[in-house]
């Protein structure tokens, strides 16, 4: 039956193009669907990372979200510094959703401030340019599109950016702007000496009330938590997509079925069993699903770039594609199962 | 091996919109090992469903079917699987070559379906390809060869297991006269010992071919017959529906009732005949099966007339082919 099978997809060549160049762009979709949630863990786990802290003190009220601004004085710091185990000891205070303007352009930006002490954790390494100095001055992400000799307007305030560094966002490509610890909190905290993290190598055994000591992996997984809703939207969308695909499946299958009722006929009256006959057709989607798995991993490639948000489509996503193509193809072949077990032997003759 | 094929009280009965349709009614014969044999009739007489029947595709209601050692109606499961593939080669009437496939890959389906190896199932497509002319073609699809090159097709993928029981259904239909002629010296040099074949046909002049004509619909006789006078008693019934009858009947008194006998077993009243009308033309004037019953509902007298008889003595008549 496979030569009737290959010789079918063959003969119906046009159909099954159509078909695969369909399903392929609904994978890539999906695939890049997929990347897109990767992508919100990825970034967070680069700009966390990057930090260089094994253990991570924050409010309890943050629940872990680097990106809560949720404060505590800065004379905690000293608290931690001083607990056995810690070596080394930094503040950070992370200020989300801080609107900028670069000198320049007319279109206020989003970004998420992180001040900074200089030479301690968390203090970036530019890309291009040179690092903090420790004046009002900013080192910002390249996707801000601000250049080493801009200005950062924040707060009726410019910031010269001195240097850039890459692949630093968070909470959906949302670029990182780092400042000195005291240029920020005067922006955002009237000048308090407040910070929402002291990031540590080494991990302290107790902290003042009110704060929580968490690994990093914590960290990182509690900050993409809060985009839970939208990977939840995203993860159905994703369904959908799959479920599209096999629609388009089906409705291939289905059609090349009804035209092949005949063909059903005439081969189990010539001796071949239902079951045969279904799996060919179920070859025949498997067949189409999995080709259109092999142009969805190019085409995902070539849509990346049209995403603003950061996508990261892994190995393993990559990996599980083509059993979700075989999954789909399966799934879809079902519809055309009673059109082959339907199909009366006799009707050959007439 | 030699093979004997028996048809005893053959009969296939089914449901069609509620209504008991019986297109084989008690069919009878035999055929011996090495015969041509032609089943003979127009549409609709019950060629196909026999065919049908002997293939092992359709399971009689009645009777029994034996080939040699065979009872084909009563197999099952793997069992009829392997009848179908390895005793008995279908010839259809419209090819039904499968479109995608070359005619080598045609003739490759079964084999390869009875487990034959790729090589060996090639090798013997090409031989059977050659055997009906057609190994300069094997690798032509279907739109690409005629009528008659499809039929020889669908012949050699008959043979392909050799089978002891070839059945070809109207394989003439749809073919030119030459192409006929090429398919008719075919079937008739595969008749032969070891070997029963089986055709179907409305034409008559492929029974000048045949060892044995089979004539599924009766030939009533064109020759003038005289009317016959027939006394019926309350109750009693005139003809049955599926019945074959040459008479048109004339009811001189009393009252006839036309009904259909229903699936379920009830019947539905189509219509009353009173005296100075007719009952019962179609089936005579288009050779069909009756399509309903006729009983009186009183005692009745009714003149029976043949069509021409009719025509004839009632030339004031139009006989309408809206009544059974």
């Known amino acids: 039956m496979l030569a009737v099978t290959f010789a079918d997809l063959w003969f119906r060549a046009r159909q099954f193009l159509i078909a695969v160049i369909g399903v392929g762009l609904v994978l890539a979709l999906a695939l890049a669907l997929s990347g897109l949630v990767d992508g919100f863990h990825a970034e967070a786990a680069e700009s966390i990372d990057a930090v260089g802290a094994t253990s991570w003190v924050m409010a309890s009220a943050a629940e872990g979200r680097v990106t809560a601004f949720a404060a505590f004085p800065q004379a905690d710091l000293s608290a931690v510094a001083r607990e056995p185990g810690v070596r080394r000891a930094t503040a950070i205070l992370f200020a989300p959703a801080q609107v900028v303007l670069v000198s320049g352009t007319a279109t206020p930006q989003t970004v998420n401030l992180v001040g900074v002490q200089r030479g301690g954790l968390g203090d970036p390494q530019v890309a291009s340019g040179h690092g903090l100095s420790g004046g009002a001055e900013a080192v910002v992400d390249s996707k801000l599109a601000a250049p080493p000799g801009s200005i950062l307007h924040l707060g009726g305030h410019g910031y010269p950016v001195v240097g850039t560094v890459d692949d630093r966002t968070m909470t959906g490509g949302v670029p990182l702007v780092y400042m000195p610890l005291a240029a920020v909190q005067r922006a955002v905290t009237g000048g308090k000496p407040l910070i929402t993290a002291v990031a540590t190598t080494g991990t302290p055994t107790s902290v003042p009330a009110g704060l929580v000591v968490l690994p990093p992996s914590a960290v990182v997984s509690d900050t993409v938590g809060q985009l839970r809703t939208a990977v939840a939207s995203i993860d159905n969308t994703r369904w959908l997509m799959w479920l599209v695909a096999a629609a388009i499946v089906a409705s291939m299958l289905y059609v090349a079925a009804l035209e092949r009722k005949r063909d059903f006929a005439v081969l189990k009256a010539l001796g071949s069993s239902s079951r045969t006959l279904f799996l060919s057709l179920v070859l025949e989607a498997v067949v189409v699903t999995l080709l259109a798995a092999v142009l969805a991993e190019f085409l995902a490639s070539a849509l990346t770039p049209l995403f603003a948000q950061p996508i990261d489509i892994t190995p393993d996503t990559r990996l599980v594609l083509p059993l979700v193509a075989v999954t789909v193809g399966i799934v879809a072949s079902i519809t055309a199962l009673r059109r082959v077990t339907g199909a009366d032997p006799a009707t050959a003759f007439g | 091996m030699s093979n004997h094929l028996v048809v005893d009280d053959l009969t296939v009965a089914f449901d069609s919109g509620g209504y008991v349709i019986k297109p084989l009614d008690g069919l009878s ?33 009645g009777g029994r079917i034996r080939f040699g050692a065979v009872a084909v109606e009563e197999l099952r499961g793997p069992a009829l699987t392997e009848y179908r593939r390895r005793t008995v080669g279908v010839v259809f009437q419209a090819f039904n070559l499968i479109a995608s496939l070359t005619a080598r890959g045609n003739v490759v389906v079964p084999m390869r379906l009875g487990g034959v190896p790729r090589h060996a199932a090639k090798a013997r497509a090409g031989e059977l390809l050659e055997l009906v002319g057609l190994g300069e073609r094997s690798h032509h699809r279907p739109a690409q060869l005629s009528g008659g090159q499809q039929q020889r097709v669908a012949i050699a993928r008959a043979l392909v297991h050799d089978p002891p029981l070839i059945l070809a259904d109207e394989p003439t239909a749809h073919l030119d006269h030459i192409q006929v002629e090429g398919i008719l010296r075919l079937l008739r040099d ?42 019926l008693a309350a109750g009693e019934t005139l003809f049955r529906q599926g019945e074959r009858g040459e008479l048109i009947y004339h009811v001189e008194s009393g009252l006839l009732e036309v009904y259909r006998e229903l699936a379920d077993g009830g019947r539905e009243v189509l219509a009353r005949v009173v005296p100075g009308n007719y009952v019962g033309e179609l089936g005579p004037i288009l050779n069909l099966p009756r399509s309903a019953s006729v009983r009186a509902l009183e005692a009745s007298v009714v003149v029976g007339y043949t069509v021409r008889a009719f025509r004839q003595d009632h030339p004031h008549q139009v006989i309408e082919l809206a009544a059974p």
């Open chain 2, 29 to 61: 014969f035999t055929a011996e090992d090495g015969e041509l044999v032609v089943l003979l009739g127009p549409s609709g007489c019950g060629k196909t469903t026999l065919l049908s029947c002997l293939a092992g595709l359709l399971t009689p209601t």
């Open chain 2, 190 to 231: 595969l008749a032969s010992p070891g070997r029963i074949i089986v055709v179907s046909t409305h034409d008559d002049r492929v029974s000048q071919l045949a060892d044995r004509v089979i004539e599924l619909a009766p030939h009533f006789s064109d020759a003038d017959r005289p009317p016959e006078e027939v006394a």
